[in-house]
């Protein structure tokens, strides 16, 4: 059980279409209760659903992020992106941001770092996902990654309360299997670290269910989940945030 102040944001990835909204009424009432007062729910869906969930949830305390944004702060001649001014207009008030998914397509870190300072600009709030390659892992480079991702990305960007690390080992992602918990606390703490603000605010992401999250909310220094394929099912989200705190 946990008394700590927990962030749960829900990744929809590329799911979901306006029939998807009505399963979204299981967490609105969930919400409603006493039983996250010490927590916050978020949903990233995709642009296209943005706007239906605000309006889904106007009477409730979940808030609303993107899933991605285009580095530009103004418009511009970028067929199929989405600036950050775009996202902060239509309601979102949250971004991610260096998704392994993404970076896979090529976004490196120097691109991270643009889109970084232009939500920050657009007073969105970022999740700033980071994480090692299996090989980069048996390799024993994990630290070494870690320590160049957040170096490079965060370059030049002397506030970072708004910043949320995402540990997200890209080994983890949809495998069904989590770090160590000895080994995730040692992570957590090594990014922590990196910061001179110790109140950072570092997030776990990789394969997170309902049936790992009594292990998962043991790490005391973890400040938060982010959440793939199981944020898609309202129960299994509903799930994860309850027996965080049981």
């Known amino acids: 059980m946990t008394n700590k102040y927990m962030y749960f944001i829900a990744n929809w990835k590329m799911f979901g279409d306006l029939r998807s909204l ?4 299981k967490v609105i009432k969930f919400s ?3 039983k996250i007062n010490k927590g ?10 943005i706007r239906s969930f605000l309006k889904k949830f106007e009477k409730c305390q979940i808030d609303i992020g993107g899933q991605n944004c285009h580095e530009s702060e103004i418009f511009g001649p970028y067929t199929g992106s989405i600036n950050c001014r775009m996202l902060k207009n239509i309601g979102a008030n949250y971004v991610i941001i260096g998704h392994s998914e993404n ?4 976004e490196n870190d120097k691109l991270i770092n643009l889109k970084i300072k232009s ?9 700033f996902c980071i994480g ?12 070494l990654i870690l320590s160049e991702q957040i170096q490079t990305a965060l370059r030049g960007i002397k506030n970072k309360k708004n910043i949320f690390i995402a540990y997200e080992p890209i080994w983890a992602i949809g495998t069904g299997i989590i770090p160590k918990p000895k080994d995730l606390f040692n992570t957590v703490k090594f990014i922590k670290s990196k910061f001179k603000d110790k109140s ?6 990789g394969s997170v269910s309902p049936q790992n999250i009594k292990d998962l909310k043991k790490i005391d220094n973890i400040n938060g989940f982010l959440i793939g394929g199981a944020s898609q099912n309202s129960k299994k989200f509903i799930d994860i945030v309850k027996k965080t705190y049981n």
């Not at 970076?103 to 090529?106: A, E, M, Q, S």
């Open 32 to 34: 409603k209760s006493n």
């Open 200 to 205: 950072q605010k570092v997030l776990y992401g």
């Open 132 to 143: 090692e390659t299996l090989n980069q892992k048996r390799k024993k480079n994990t630290k």
């Open 22 to 25: 009505n399963s979204l009424d």
């Open 103 to 106: 970076r896979k397509n090529g």
């Open 40 to 49: 916050r729910l978020i949903y990233c869906p995709p642009y296209t659903l």
């Open 119 to 127: 939500a920050l600009k657009a007073k969105l709030k970022v999740i």
